[in-house]
């Protein structure tokens, strides 16, 4: 008997198991199979040298997906694009490749990629390395990481030596990029393309401070003589062409893929008011049994509790998907709901991309609207159901401290032309009242008076963090956004992170 069908057949013994099991069968509210399916795909552009067809057939790919190949025409012709698609529909692929086809083909021009969160940066950085290791030299494209982490004397050998493309984050482009961008001059001189993946985890706060970035980028850019393209990708949202659009101040054309199903995926929904820490570690040892290592979704406040009980792959809800890849997967358990389902999908489709027979389990307990909506309706947790994603980069406490960044780094002109903004001629007038900015002299233009007001703010939260202190010697244990500060700091609580309790 092969591996493939033990594995298969315990699979199907974990399911079996976990319906008929007293204890853990009358728990299930909801039970559903994902059937695996086809959809057409395309042959590789014709256009393409011979060295990039070659590399794409020895990366596993003979065709591209309908949507892949849209993406890469629109791009070709020079449109900004949004690809839409689940994780495992191959967004990371057009990513590559569309600067394959034009930066390596060319030889010139520069690619800035932004990444929400560093371990995507590093995948896709990895991503890299193993394609140029298949090419000659000729075709390669030299990559560096610029973030926090990076030493000074590699900062300063990037600027003094160009790579192609330049992987960042939110952060270091606030911080290290915009702030500085007169070392950075001959990279927006010929900056070709501005990256944008995982647009779906730009919630909120952060999705906001997002939006003012790549204002501020293109500001530069274009004063530096350079009109990048934008290239975003994201999983499902129902309002991708409003999402991009508000992010980008640019027409952007929405490309949608189809979840690649390749194996059939099972999905139960768990309604239990007992303790979670316990109903978790019964369902891995059920998983145990069947010789199948579970992967454990939980919020931030369950991990450590998690941990402790000895349940080794945990995650937070936010995590994103490809930091968890550590290894091949066939189940994954969800402890509650993260604060948008489509994070909850991207995890599922991942799984059900694979090679392998997949298992969803929710588990959930009423507790919030989201999830008593889920218990009413489990349909939206059976199929893709698609979010709004609602960003606010008009509020003015935001777009005010924003404004003050630009102006440090490029005087404002009168009339100044800040994309999709609400109220910006009122907001520059605010910040000359308090002397936040001033006109030049000679360019009559507003222009910060102090050098670097870009530290001063958590691009993840509306309002400046919360430092927690020890009320004993005063040192400082961690930072919480605000809304957190409200919720749970009290006298007499007890804290538990990564670094203790």
Not at 409 to 420: F, P, Q
């Amino acid at each position: 008997m092969s591996v493939a069908s033990v594995i298969n057949q315990s699979s199907e013994a974990l399911l079996a198991k976990l319906t008929t099991d007293p204890s853990l069968g009358s728990l299930i509210r909801e039970q559903c199979a994902l059937l695996p399916g086809t959809s057409p795909d395309q042959p590789l552009p014709t256009f393409w040298p011979p060295w990039l067809i070659t590399l794409a057939s020895t990366q596993g790919i003979a065709r591209l997906t309908e949507a892949q190949r849209q993406a890469l025409d629109f791009l070709r012709q020079g449109r900004h694009v949004c690809l839409m698609a689940p994780t495992g529909a191959g967004r990371g692929v057009v990513r590559l490749l569309t600067m394959y086809q034009s930066l390596a083909v060319e030889q010139r021009g520069y690619a800035l990629y932004i990444f929400p969160y560093k371990p995507r940066a590093l995948a896709q950085s990895s991503a890299f390395t193993i394609w140029n290791a298949a090419l000659a030299p000729e075709h390669c494209l030299s990559v560096a990481m610029y973030d926090g982490d990076t030493p000074s004397t590699e900062r300063r050998a990037i600027k003094q030596a160009l790579p192609r493309l330049v992987l960042t984050t939110p952060e270091m482009l606030h911080m290290g990029i915009l702030a500085y961008h007169g070392g950075w001059r001959a990279f927006f001189q010929e900056l070709r393309y501005v990256v944008l993946a995982d647009v779906q985890l730009a919630v909120g706060a952060f999705g906001a401070h997002l939006a003012h970035l790549l204002r501020r980028l293109y500001r530069l850019a274009h004063h530096y003589g350079a009109q990048p393209q934008y290239l975003l990708t994201s999983a499902p949202l129902a309002n991708m062409v409003e999402v991009a659009h508000t992010l980008t101040a640019q027409v952007c054309t929405v490309v949608t893929g189809e979840t690649r199903v390749t194996q059939l995926q099972s999905r139960l929904l768990f309604e239990s008011q007992d303790d979670p820490v316990s109903l978790c570690r019964t369902l891995t040892a059920r998983h145990q049994e069947a010789g199948i290592e579970p992967i454990v979704l939980a919020s931030s406040r369950l991990v450590p509790q998690l941990r402790d009980a000895g349940i080794a792959q945990v995650f937070p809800h936010d995590m994103p998907v490809t930091a968890m890849r550590v290894s091949t997967y066939q189940s994954l358990i969800c402890l509650g709901l993260p604060s948008a389902l489509a994070w909850l999908h991207d995890a599922l489709a991942w799984l059900a991309s694979g090679a392998l027979p997949s298992l969803g389990l929710l588990v959930l307990q009423g507790q919030t609207p989201l999830e008593r909506f889920v218990l009413c309706y489990p349909a939206v947790y059976e199929a893709l159901w698609l979010q709004h994603l609602v960003l606010s980069p008009s509020n003015p406490h935001l777009a005010r401290y924003h404004l003050h960044c630009a102006a440090a780094e490029l005087g404002l002109a009168a009339g100044e032309r800040y994309g999709g903004i609400y109220g910006v001629g009122e907001l520059i007038r605010q910040l000359a009242e308090t002397q936040a900015i001033t006109r030049h002299t000679t360019s009559g233009t507003w222009v910060a008076k102090e050098r670097g007001p870009h530290r001063r703010a958590s691009l993840r939260t509306y309002e400046p963090a919360v430092t927690v202190v020890h009320a004993l010697d005063g040192r400082s244990l961690s930072r919480w956004a605000p809304d957190r500060a409200f919720r749970d700091g009290f006298e007499g609580a007890v804290y538990t992170d990564e670094h203790g309790t």
